[in-house]
Each structure stands twice: as structure tokens, then as C-alpha cells.
């Protein structure tokens, strides 16, 4: 073996948590630009638009980054939420003393541990994940905190010294596509990943709350991009 393939075979490894969505395609580009080889794993968690699966497979295969699917279905069955609930009308903003209908209590639990513990048999200490504390939605498992949490319990757990990478937890989403833009992935966000709720790809619906979220920073991104070119 020559001293060239020992030094990719030692390189650095990260494995992405990929759902297909701006933020995590975003993330697929950092952790490119970051680590020699990425891995990625998408999860079905009975959300009612499978259609995020297929654009998550698309990306990767596009991108030259290895697909695995994992179903964890079962967690549509243990709560009531809008996302994986065909009868229940979503939230269109947070209620003031709640999380939207739109969380999926344990969803980033079960994701970022099923994750490490995939990591771990291939021997990959560094993971991935496109939460974001800035642009929440109330979702209190996007949090620092909980991360930080979960990162020390999942060491514990499995004697490992595994570290969680959030490249998106202090920016919001007009930064998340500058961010995009910088790792030359302006064009694959915007017309190959899959945010909205309604399970339209690219720019969406437009009106449900992770379209607002979405066109709002894709907007604020723009104008000043557009005011900088002025120069
Ligand atoms: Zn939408």
C-alpha cells in the first residue's frame, strides 16, 4: 500500500445526520470541505412526505458521499405531531407556551443516537448535525444545551469520545445560505433539497412555516449579497 492511500485511509471521517433539507444539505457541503470522507444517514420517521428520502439519496449520490437509510417509523406511533399525523392541521407559528404541533418529541434524541451508534461501527468519532438554535421554531431538542448534554451521555455510553460538529447552531438562515453559498452549494440547496412541510421541492409551497422560514432568510441572503455587488 502506498504511503498516499495510508494517509487517505487514516484520514479525517465525519458522518452526517441528512434528512434531503437546506440545513443538513448545508452541512453535507461543510462537512465536505472539512473532513476526507463523509458519510451520510437519512432517517424515515413516518413523516407524511417520504419525497425528503428520495431528494437525500439524489444529493449524496450527486455529491459522491455514501447513502444509508434507517427506518424509525415507530416514532411516528408514540406521539401525536402534524408532521407524521395526516389528520392534524399544522401549526402555522409557535402557540406562545408551546412547542408547535410540527415537533416530534425525541426525534433529534433518537436520530443523533442512532447515529453515534452507527458511527461507532465504522469507526467514525465525528458527527454532523444541522441544528439550530437561532431560527429553533421551538424545537427544544435543536438547542446547544441539549447537545452538549446528549454528546457527554452518548461518550458514556458507549466509552467514546465522539464529538457532535453544529455548524449552523449560531447562525440563522440568511447566513445558512450565505454559508451554502461560500461551500459553492448555493444551487444544489436551492433546487435540490426538500424543507418544505407540504413536501414541494427547491422554493416549496411558500406558505407553510418552514417555507416562510426558508424564503425569508433565501431574501434577507440575497438583498445583502445584491448591496455588496453595489461596491
Ligand atoms: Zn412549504
Same mark, same amino acid.
Given at each position: 500500500?502506498?504511503?498516499?492511500?495510508?494517509?487517505?485511509?487514516?484520514?479525517?471521517?465525519?458522518?452526517?445526520?441528512?434528512?434531503?433539507?437546506?440545513?443538513?444539505?448545508?452541512?453535507?457541503?461543510?462537512?465536505?470541505?472539512?473532513?476526507?470522507?463523509?458519510?451520510?444517514?437519512?432517517?424515515?420517521?413516518?413523516?407524511?412526505?417520504?419525497?425528503?428520502?428520495?431528494?437525500?439519496?439524489?444529493?449524496?449520490?450527486?455529491?459522491?458521499?455514501?447513502?444509508?437509510?434507517?427506518?424509525?417509523?415507530?416514532?411516528?406511533?408514540?406521539?401525536?405531531?402534524?408532521?407524521?399525523?395526516?389528520?392534524?392541521?399544522?401549526?402555522?407559528?409557535?402557540?406562545?407556551?408551546?412547542?408547535?404541533?410540527?415537533?416530534?418529541?425525541?426525534?433529534?434524541?433518537?436520530?443523533?443516537?442512532?447515529?453515534?451508534?452507527? &458511527?461507532? #461501527? @465504522? /469507526?467514525?468519532? +465525528?458527527? =454532523?448535525?444541522?441544528?439550530?438554535? !437561532?431560527? %429553533?421554531? $421551538?424545537?427544544?431538542?435543536?438547542?446547544?444545551?441539549?447537545?452538549?448534554?446528549?454528546?457527554?451521555?452518548?461518550?458514556?455510553?458507549?466509552?467514546?469520545?465522539?464529538?457532535?460538529?453544529?455548524?449552523?447552531?449560531?447562525?440563522?438562515?440568511?447566513?445558512?445560505?450565505?454559508? &451554502?453559498? #461560500? @461551500? /459553492?452549494?448555493? +444551487?444544489? =440547496?436551492?433546487?435540490?433539497?426538500? !424543507?418544505? %412541510?407540504? $413536501?414541494?421541492?427547491?422554493?416549496?409551497?411558500?406558505?407553510?412555516?418552514?417555507?416562510?422560514?426558508?424564503?425569508?432568510?433565501?431574501?434577507?441572503?440575497?438583498?445583502?449579497?445584491?448591496?455588496?455587488?453595489?461596491?
Amino acid at each position: 500500500m502506498s504511503i498516499m492511500q495510508n494517509l487517505i485511509s487514516k484520514g479525517s471521517r465525519a458522518l452526517v445526520v441528512f434528512s434531503g433539507g437546506q440545513d443538513s444539505t448545508t452541512c453535507l457541503f461543510w462537512a465536505k470541505k472539512h473532513f476526507e470522507e463523509v458519510y451520510t444517514i437519512t432517517f424515515g420517521y413516518g413523516q407524511k412526505h417520504s419525497a425528503e428520502v428520495e431528494c437525500a439519496k439524489k444529493i449524496a449520490k450527486d455529491a459522491g458521499v455514501p447513502f444509508h437509510y434507517m427506518d424509525l417509523s415507530f416514532i411516528s406511533g408514540l406521539s401525536k405531531n402534524s408532521l407524521t399525523d395526516h389528520d392534524m392541521v399544522m401549526d402555522s407559528e409557535k402557540p406562545a407556551d408551546s412547542a408547535p404541533n410540527t415537533f416530534v418529541p425525541g426525534r433529534n434524541l433518537f436520530f443523533l443516537s442512532i447515529a453515534a451508534v452507527y &458511527a461507532r #461501527e @465504522l /469507526g467514525i468519532k +465525528d458527527i =454532523v448535525t444541522g441544528v439550530s438554535e !437561532t431560527d %429553533y421554531s $421551538g424545537y427544544p431538542d435543536c438547542r446547544d444545551s441539549f447537545i452538549k448534554s446528549l454528546n457527554v451521555t452518548l461518550n458514556l455510553a458507549m466509552e467514546e469520545q465522539f464529538v457532535i460538529h453544529t455548524p449552523l447552531m449560531w447562525i440563522d438562515k440568511a447566513q445558512t445560505w450565505q454559508l &451554502a453559498d #461560500e @461551500l /459553492g452549494a448555493f +444551487d444544489v =440547496v436551492r433546487n435540490e433539497t426538500l !424543507t418544505c %412541510y407540504n $413536501g414541494i421541492k427547491g422554493d416549496g409551497c411558500g406558505h407553510c412555516p418552514a417555507c416562510k422560514l426558508r424564503k425569508h432568510g433565501l431574501e434577507q441572503y440575497q438583498s445583502l449579497r445584491d448591496s455588496a455587488n453595489c461596491f
